[in-house]
């Protein structure tokens, strides 16, 4: 790696925590099914209890109830059986568009992004879990690391993520609100009339095609700007099979407009086109107001596709940051 990127490294290490990811839906069956590897520690150790049976040649003897063999009419050894975990798949889809290059605050959404991905794969390693990310830009998956450990898949993620093939920023003058203009399409009604086209392909579409067939959790990580219907209906496919949760990173330009007022300058950062709005109060409090409106038709989509989510902005500290992945890696578990 660069040496700009050995340093968000160091930085990106201060920021990951770990936790154990707990999941019930792959260990309900008393017996391990094809495909599926037995849990790394057996035994006595606390697992749920599922039955008691006696005693047969074979059987773990620090398994026996001695307690419950006591009471036995027929003086049998009962002997207890565990639910035992399994390890599971852990997949990480993230977005490594142009867009994400977009920050004013302490780091870019890129940045932001890795730090989620580096505690994911911390917190799979602490259950021994194996571990998949998927990069994508716009149009097409950019990257796949894995499935494999945890800590084999941290490094090639990192350089997947903060230094992606398809990211060459063109040389341009940087604008703090350079992200800005896709964002103002509801609040220019001017611009209202000219129409996008549909891209050919969707990254977002590919990547979820890519993650294993059977049930796994997904941490899809984006701006989840401009979603389009098709990838709004692969979501909620992704959904039906696995755990999905969403991780939405954004900017504070993203949802309010600076202070002060007089001509102000965007840049789309994808396509380069410039636009300048006149900022006052009250332009200011409708471009508010329309980025509160699509974040609640996201909110509702993700309720309506069963996908958990969290959101988190560039300008966050790790005090901010860590309970609310907190809640995602452990509160939402079904």
């Not at 390693?125 to 990257?143: C, G, L, P, Y």
């Not at 084999?152 to 992200?179: C, H, N, R, W, Y």
Request: charged fraction near 30%; glycine fraction near 6%; charge should be negative.
């Amino acid at each position: 790696m660069k040496k700009i990127n050995e340093e968000l490294l160091d930085e990106i290490g201060d920021r990951v925590f770990t936790m154990p990811i707990e999941v019930l839906w792959k260990s309900q069956d008393i017996t391990v099914r094809v495909g599926e590897r037995r849990g790394i520690s057996r035994g006595s150790n606390g697992y749920q209890i599922i039955s008691r049976q006696p005693y047969e040649m074979g059987d773990d003897p620090r398994n026996i109830d001695h307690f419950a063999s006591a009471q036995s009419a027929d003086d049998s050894i009962i002997t207890i059986k565990y639910q035992e975990p399994h390890d599971i798949n852990i997949v990480a889809v993230v977005d490594t568009g142009k867009r994400m290059l977009f920050g004013t605050r302490r780091a870019d959404k890129r940045t932001v992004s890795a730090e989620v991905v580096a505690s994911i794969l911390a917190c799979a390693h602490k259950t021994q879990d194996r571990a998949k990310v998927i990069t994508f830009s716009e149009q097409q998956v950019e990257s796949r690391v894995g499935p494999r450990g945890p800590r084999s898949v941290f490094a090639p993620a990192m350089e997947a993520i903060l230094e992606p093939p398809q990211s060459a920023p063109a040389p341009a003058e940087k604008t703090e609100g350079s992200d800005l203009l896709k964002v103002l399409g509801s609040f220019r009604r001017k611009s209202a009339s000219r129409k996008t086209d549909v891209p050919l392909a969707s990254g977002k579409c590919e990547a979820l095609l890519e993650v294993p067939r059977t049930r796994s959790l997904i941490f899809f990580i984006s701006d989840f700007i401009n979603l389009s219907e098709a990838e709004k209906e692969s979501l909620r496919d992704a959904a039906v099979v696995h755990d999905v949760v969403c991780i939405v990173i954004r900017d504070l330009r993203e949802h309010e407009l600076p202070s002060g007022r007089g001509m102000y300058t965007l840049r789309d950062i994808v396509s380069g086109e410039a636009k300048s709005v006149w900022l006052n109060e009250s332009n200011r409090e409708q471009f508010r107001q329309n980025a509160q409106k699509r974040l609640d038709e996201l909110t509702a989509f993700f309720t309506d596709a069963d996908c958990d989510w969290g959101l988190f902005s560039t300008e966050q500290d790790a005090d901010e940051v860590i309970p609310e992945m907190m809640r995602l890696f452990s509160g939402h578990r079904r």
